[in-house]
C-alpha cells in the first residue's frame, strides 16, 4: 500500500492511501471533534464540527470526508474553528430541549461532552422549545425527538450494518424528523428486526432503554462487526 | 429522418410562410395565459375561420412576449407592414385584430409602441425565438433554423472541436455561480468510463424569477437542442431534464418537444443518420427549493431524498450513479445552438471581459414594465431600471434592486450605474444568479426584506447540517424581533457572528449563501438596522415594531 505524507497542525505525518484526514488525525492522537461520523458507518459530513482548514482552498473541509493528500497543509485547531464548533454546539443545544438534568444519557451523551469540552456554560440564542412527540410504542425502546440531533447514525447504522432500513428523514429544515417506516409508530414496524443498534449508536439520549435510569451506550460494537464481517470471523 | 427530410421541412414551412398575409402570435407563456390568453387564442382562430382568412392569417401561440403586465399581449407580423403588438387584449379586440389584419388597417387601441426602450435596448439571443415560433410546432422551430447547429455538430464537427467552441465563447454558467461552461464540458470530456449523463437543470426556484419557465414554456426545442450538443461533445447517450413540479406547462410542452424531436429522429437512435444516439427523459421536482443544488438534484433523480453532499468530488466526475454527469442551467443550454451557428468568438464580441453575451432577467418589483427581457452583459444597472423597465410607478424612488434571490443581494442606488456581470455584482456583496431582479422602493424595509428572505432559506433548508438548519432559524429570529423592536445591539453582533458561521461552515451552497441578503442589507443599509434597534422605528413603515403583529 502506497503511502501519503502530509502537514497537520505543523506536524509531519503519513497516511495510508485513501485514508481521510479525520483517519490520519486520529491515528497521530490528533483531536477533532466529531458527532455524525461513526467508526464503521458510512460518512454524513453534516455535523460539520470536523471542519478544518486546509491550505490553498479558502473553503473549510469537512476532515471525515476529505482524503488526505500528498504535501497537504491541515490545521485542525485556530481561534476560528473554536469559535465555529462552538456556535454548532450551541445552535444544537438550542434546537430542540437538551435538558442534562433530567435525561437519561446524562454523563453519557456526546452532544454534553461537546459542550463540556468547549466549556460551554451558557447558549445565547433563542431556545426553540419544540413539543415533539415522544414514539413509546416499541416494547424495549424510546425514540424522543427533543433529544435528537439528527446526526442519521440510526439511519445509517440500521441500513448498513442491520440491513434493515427502518429508520429514514424525514421533512426539512427544523421540520426534519426520523421517522421509522413510513412515519409509522416504531412498535408497528414491519421492518424493525429489534436489534438495538439504533439505540447504542444514539450519542444522545434521543433512543433509550425503557426503565433504564441511564443508558450504557458503546457504539464501537460497529466496527467490530464489520471486522468480524470483512474476516468472515463468523463463517463455517 | 435525414437532413435532406429536415431541409425539406424548413423549404415548406418557409414557403407556407411566404403565402401567408400576416401572421398573429399570441403570447402563450404562463404570464399572458393567467391574464386570459387562450380566451384571446381562440377568439383569434375563431374570427379567422369567420373571416374566411384561413389561408392567409395564422395564429400562433409563441414565447414570452416579454411585457408581462401588460398580457394578454398580441403581435401582428403583417408581409406589408411594420410589426405591431397590442396590450391587455380581449377576445373583442382579438376579433378587431383578425378583421384590421383583413382590411389592412390594424385597430389603433392599445397599441404597445415597440419603439420605447424596453423593444429597442435589449439584445435577443436566447428569446430570439419568442413572436417568431409556436411552442408547440416542431416545424416552426426547424424554420426558424432550429436543429441547424445540432445538424452542423454532428456532421462537421469533432467532440473536442465543440468544447473548443463552447470555451472559446467565453460563455458561463447562467445558473447562478457562473462557472465557465467549456471548462465543465472539458472536464466531462476528459472524464473515462462510459454511461455519461447530461442533467438540464430546470430547478428554478427564487422567488420572482420566471427566466427558465419562460424559456422551456416558450421555446422547448432550444433546450433540447443545447443538450444533444452537449451530448455529443461529453460523450453522454442519456439526458435529464429536471423540472419543478410547479411548471405544468413548461413539462407538459417538453414533453410534447421530446415526442416530436424523437419522432423526426433528432433526439434517441442514430440521430439524423448518424451514430450519435443521445435520449432524453423528464424527472419532476417536488417543490423543494434545494433540489437546484446540483448534488441534491442528482440525488432526487436517483430517487432518493433531496439533499446535497460535500464536494468533491464534483458531479463531471462522479455524479448521477456515480457517472460523470454535465449539469447546465436552462439558459445555459439555450445559448448553445447560437453559439454553435455564429461562432464562439463572435460571441464573445458581446459582454464584458469576463461575463459574455447576455443575461435574461425577470424584472419584478416596484417598476413600471415587469417582465421579461434580455440585456447584454455590462449593461449598467440603471439602463434596465430606467429605460428598459420604464423606472419606478408612482412618482416614487428607487430604494434597492435585489438580485440573486434568496442568494443575493440588495443593490442601492449608489451602485446604479455598475455594469452587470458577475464579477460587479459579486464586488458589491450580490451576485448575478439565475436572473431575478426585483426592484424596491421607499416603501420596502430592508429589514423586512433580509427577514423574508431568511424564511425562505430556514423553509427550504433540507435540514441535513447544523448551522443551516439551525443557525437558518435563529438569523430569523433575531431579525423577528428587529421588526417587532424587540432587539438589541447584542442581537446585531449575534446575528453578524451568525452569519459569518452559516456561509463558511454550511454543506451546500444553498447555507453558504442563505446569509447574503443579510450581510448585503447590512452593508449598505446599516443604518435602517440601527434605527429598528436603536430607535424602534421602521422608517419604511412595514414593521410593526410590536411583539402582538405576528408576521
Known amino acids: 500500500m502506497s503511502v501519503t505524507t502530509l502537514t497537520i497542525n505543523g506536524r509531519l505525518v503519513s497516511a495510508a492511501e485513501g485514508a481521510s484526514i479525520l483517519d490520519v488525525a486520529r491515528e497521530h492522537d490528533i483531536h477533532i471533534p466529531t458527532l455524525c461520523h461513526l467508526d464503521g458507518l458510512s460518512e454524513h459530513g453534516a455535523c460539520r464540527l470536523c471542519l478544518v482548514e486546509v491550505a490553498g482552498s479558502s473553503k473549510l473541509q469537512a476532515a471525515c470526508m476529505t482524503k488526505a493528500v500528498e504535501g497537504m497543509v491541515v490545521t485542525t485547531d485556530s481561534e476560528r474553528l473554536r469559535t465555529y ?42 431556545p426553540q422549545a419544540p413539543q415533539l412527540a415522544m414514539d413509546a410504542s416499541h416494547p424495549r425502546w424510546i425514540i424522543d425527538h427533543n433529544r435528537c440531533v439528527l446526526c442519521t447514525r440510526c439511519v445509517r447504522v440500521c441500513d448498513e450494518i442491520e440491513g434493515a432500513h427502518t429508520w429514514d428523514v424525514m421533512g426539512r429544515g427544523r421540520q426534519t424528523l426520523v421517522i421509522s417506516d413510513m412515519n409509522e409508530p416504531w412498535g408497528d414496524s414491519a421492518s424493525c428486526t429489534s436489534c438495538g443498534k439504533c439505540v447504542r449508536v444514539c450519542p444522545t439520549g434521543a433512543l433509550f432503554e425503557k426503565g433504564a435510569v441511564a443508558t450504557n451506550k458503546d457504539p464501537h460494537f460497529v466496527t467490530y462487526l464489520r471486522m468480524a464481517r470483512e474476516q468472515k470471523l463468523w463463517n463455517r | 429522418m435525414i437532413v435532406d427530410d429536415i431541409a425539406a421541412v424548413r423549404d415548406r414551412e418557409h ?99 415597440l419603439t420605447q426602450p424596453f423593444f429597442t435596448r435589449q439584445h435577443r439571443i ?94 422547448p426545442h432550444r433546450v433540447l437542442e443545447g443538450m444533444a450538443i452537449a451530448a455529443f461533445a461529453v460523450g453522454a447517450e442519456q439526458g435529464y431534464i429536471y ?53 441534491a438534484l442528482i440525488s432526487s433523480i436517483e430517487g432518493k431524498r433531496g439533499t446535497p453532499r460535500p464536494r468533491p468530488p464534483f458531479p463531471a466526475e462522479a455524479g448521477l450513479w456515480g457517472r460523470p454527469t454535465l449539469i447546465n442551467n436552462v439558459e445555459t443550454y439555450a445559448n448553445i445552438a447560437p453559439i454553435i451557428l455564429a461562432g464562439g468568438s463572435r460571441f464573445a464580441t458581446l459582454g464584458t471581459e469576463h461575463s459574455k453575451g447576455t443575461k435574461v432577467f425577470a424584472l419584478a418589483g416596484r417598476i413600471v414594465n415587469t417582465g421579461l427581457v434580455e440585456v447584454p452583459m455590462g449593461i449598467p444597472l440603471r439602463e434596465i431600471i430606467y429605460d428598459i423597465g420604464g423606472g419606478i410607478p408612482d412618482g416614487r424612488t428607487f430604494k434597492a434592486a435585489q438580485t440573486g434571490g434568496p442568494s443575493g443581494g440588495c443593490i442601492p442606488a449608489a451602485h446604479l450605474d455598475l455594469p452587470v456581470d458577475y464579477e460587479a455584482l459579486a464586488g458589491i456583496g450580490s451576485i448575478m444568479g439565475s436572473g431575478g431582479l426585483i426592484v424596491m422602493d421607499e416603501t420596502s424595509c430592508m429589514v423586512d426584506v433580509a427577514r423574508y428572505f431568511m424564511e425562505f432559506c430556514r423553509d427550504e433548508s433540507c435540514g441535513k447540517c447544523i448551522p443551516c438548519r439551525a443557525g437558518t432559524v435563529q438569523m430569523h429570529e433575531i431579525l423577528l424581533k428587529m421588526t417587532r423592536g424587540t432587539a438589541d445591539e447584542r442581537d446585531l453582533g449575534l446575528l453578524e457572528q451568525l452569519a459569518e458561521l452559516v456561509t463558511r461552515t454550511s454543506l451546500c451552497g444553498l447555507g453558504q449563501t442563505a446569509a447574503n441578503p443579510v450581510m448585503s442589507t447590512l452593508h449598505h443599509f446599516r443604518e435602517e438596522y440601527m434605527a429598528h434597534i436603536r430607535d424602534k422605528v421602521c422608517p419604511a413603515g412595514v414593521c410593526p415594531m410590536h411583539a402582538e403583529d405576528r408576521p
Open chain 2, 126 to 219: 436566447v428569446t430570439s425565438d419568442a413572436g417568431v415560433v409556436d411552442a408547440e410546432r416542431i416545424e416552426d422551430y426547424l424554420a426558424a433554423n432550429g436543429y441547424a447547429a445540432l445538424e452542423k455538430v454532428l456532421t462537421e464537427m469533432r467532440p473536442e472541436e465543440v468544447v473548443r467552441e463552447i470555451s472559446a465563447s467565453g460563455l458561463r454558467g447562467r445558473g447562478g455561480a457562473g462557472y465557465p461552461t467549456g471548462l465543465k464540458w472539458s472536464t466531462v470530456a476528459k472524464a473515462q468510463g462510459p454511461g455519461k449523463f447530461v442533467v438540464c437543470n430546470a430547478d428554478e426556484g427564487d422567488p420572482g424569477a420566471f427566466m427558465d419557465r419562460s424559456v422551456l414554456e416558450g421555446d
Open chain 2, 15 to 113: 414557403a407556407a410562410r411566404a403565402a401567408q398575409k400576416a401572421r398573429i402570435a399570441v403570447c402563450s407563456a404562463a404570464g399572458c395565459l393567467s391574464t386570459g390568453g387562450s380566451a384571446v387564442k381562440d377568439a383569434l382562430t375563431a374570427a379567422v375561420a369567420e373571416q374566411g382568412a384561413g389561408t392567409d392569417v395564422r395564429v400562433l401561440g409563441t414565447g414570452c412576449l416579454g411585457l408581462c403586465h401588460a398580457g394578454p399581449l398580441v403581435r401582428v407580423d403583417a408581409q406589408d407592414a411594420a410589426p405591431a403588438m397590442f396590450e391587455h387584449v380581449t377576445p373583442a379586440l382579438a376579433v378587431a385584430i383578425v378583421s384590421g389584419v383583413v382590411g389592412g388597417a390594424l385597430p389603433a387601441e392599445q397599441r404597445c409602441d
Open chain 2, 243 to 295: 423540472v419543478r413540479g410547479e411548471y405544468p406547462l413548461a413539462i407538459t410542452r417538453l414533453k410534447t418537444a421530446i415526442r416530436q424531436a424523437e419522432r423526426m429522429q433528432l433526439l434517441g437512435h442514430r440521430i439524423l443518420d448518424t451514430q450519435f444516439n443521445f435520449r432524453i427523459d423528464i424527472r419532476i421536482g417536488a417543490g423543494a427549493f434545494v433540489c437546484g443544488e446540483e448534488t
Open chain 1, 85 to 126: 464548533r462552538r456556535q454548532i454546539v450551541e445552535l444544537l443545544l438550542a434546537e430542540r430541549n437538551h435538558v442534562c438534568s433530567v435525561c437519561v444519557a446524562n454523563r453519557a451523551c456526546e452532544l454534553q461532552d461537546l459542550a463540556v469540552s468547549m466549556g460551554l456554560h451558557h447558549v445565547r440564542y433563542e
